[in-house]
């Protein structure tokens, strides 16, 4: 089974800090993905990497990065969190590009910024 | 802007009914779709995954897709309590040169004993 793996399940934050989520897989999937999940908004994508080292903007990266530097880990970054990023923040991998292949989602990532 | 559209619900269903969940996309060119499940407070979940027109198979759930309507569905036979959640439609479509999956909002189903 796909084991895609979040470094916290709940995360409270002050306004100003500076936040790392980690995400970790262990199936050898190409491809990782950061979503976040409001209510009322779906979910949505921030950033997503095709390999080590690549990154490419989802439709809000605003106010976020992102770090790939081994295969199996993609780390999302709130440079400076801000209130209007309290939000559930799911990781997602999946193998090699092919319109034939599913997402695989972590745990979640519960982010309470105040 | 490739959408992906579902009725948010709730449904209700009584156990042992069927239920049935239904998505639109708008993305001729998508040739494979997926159903998650979400608990509430959890990560979706993969349930289903279908590419061709007709119906797959698998257990108790059944998954529809009819690519000239851009239509795509999931039943599920003798529903439980426990199949009360949120069903996410996803459709994957090819977003400025990259494959990405495109949500839907979900539709959240109540099974009522």
């Known amino acids: 089974d796909v084991k895609v793996t979040q470094s916290s399940r709940y995360l409270v934050k002050r306004t100003g800090e500076k936040v790392f989520l980690e995400c970790v897989q262990d199936m050898d999937h190409e491809n990782m993905f950061w979503y976040r999940q409001d209510p009322g908004l779906g979910l949505r994508l921030i950033y997503f990497s095709y390999d080590v080292k690549m990154k490419e903007k989802g439709d809000i990266p605003e106010g976020y990065s992102v770090s790939r530097e081994k295969k199996e880990r993609f780390s999302l970054i709130l440079e400076s969190a801000s209130t209007n990023q309290t939000s559930m923040y799911l990781c997602?991998?999946?193998?090699?590009?092919?319109?034939?292949?599913?997402?695989?989602f972590g745990p979640g990532t519960r982010l309470t910024v105040l | 802007q490739k959408e992906v559209e579902q009725n948010s619900g709730p449904l209700s269903v009584p156990e042992g009914a069927i239920a049935s969940l239904n998505c639109t996309y708008s993305?001729?060119?998508?040739?494979?779709f997926f159903w998650y499940r979400q608990y509430s407070g959890k990560s979706p979940e993969l349930i289903m995954s279908i590419y061709s027109n007709g119906d797959k198979e698998d257990g108790r759930f059944t998954a529809q897709l009819n690519k000239a309507s851009q239509y795509v569905s999931l039943l599920i036979r003798d529903s439980q309590p426990s199949d009360s959640a949120t069903y996410l439609c996803a459709v994957a479509s090819i977003i400025q040169g990259a494959q990405k999956l495109v949500f839907g909002q979900g539709t959240r189903l109540t099974i009522n004993p």
């Open positions: 997602a991998s999946s193998p090699i590009p092919g319109t034939r292949r599913a997402q695989f």
């Open positions: 993305d001729r060119g998508s040739q494979s």
